[in-house]
Nanobody, 125 residues
Framework: QVQLVESGGGLVQTGGSLRLSCAASGPTFSSHNLGWFRQAPGKEREFVAALSWTGGATYYGDSVKGRFTISRDLANNTVFLQMNSLKPEDTAVYYC??????????????????WGQGTQVTVSS
């Protein structure tokens, strides 16, 4: 069982930065992998970034590579998404998600078991 709570969303201007946090809890959290996804109105959920909590390996969607960075705080069971050089097309609700260890299809949102409530990110043009 894993509980996820996102925070840090808000309104920023084009070219600005924002740092999202996902606080995780639960007795089996450390055995899970974490992902960030986003969904804009009328669009499918899009893979943003993922990491292995214990190993630290990271992966990024093509649209954010070089601008976003996913990281972890081991002491506080928190995963971050640092977003730089933001564009209007980054506007979406951002969700963190978790899935137990095993064969990891990190780009596929249907393979994740636990989801946070989402946090809105709006980038003004």
């Amino acid at each position: 069982q894993v509980q996820l709570v996102e925070s840090g969303g808000g309104l920023v201007q084009t070219g600005g930065s924002l740092r999202l946090s996902c606080a995780a809890s639960g007795p089996t959290f450390s055995s899970h992998n974490l992902g960030w996804f986003r969904q804009a109105p009328g669009k499918e959920r899009e893979f943003v970034a993922a990491l292995s909590w214990t190993g630290g390996a990271t992966y990024y969607g093509d649209s954010v590579k070089g601008r976003f960075t996913i990281s972890r705080d081991l002491a506080n069971n928190t995963v971050f998404l640092q977003m730089n050089s933001l564009k209007p097309e980054d506007t979406a609700v951002y969700y963190c998600a978790a899935v137990a260890g095993g064969l990891w299809y990190y780009r596929d949102p249907t393979r994740y078991t636990y989801w946070g409530q989402g946090t809105q990110v709006t980038v003004s043009s």
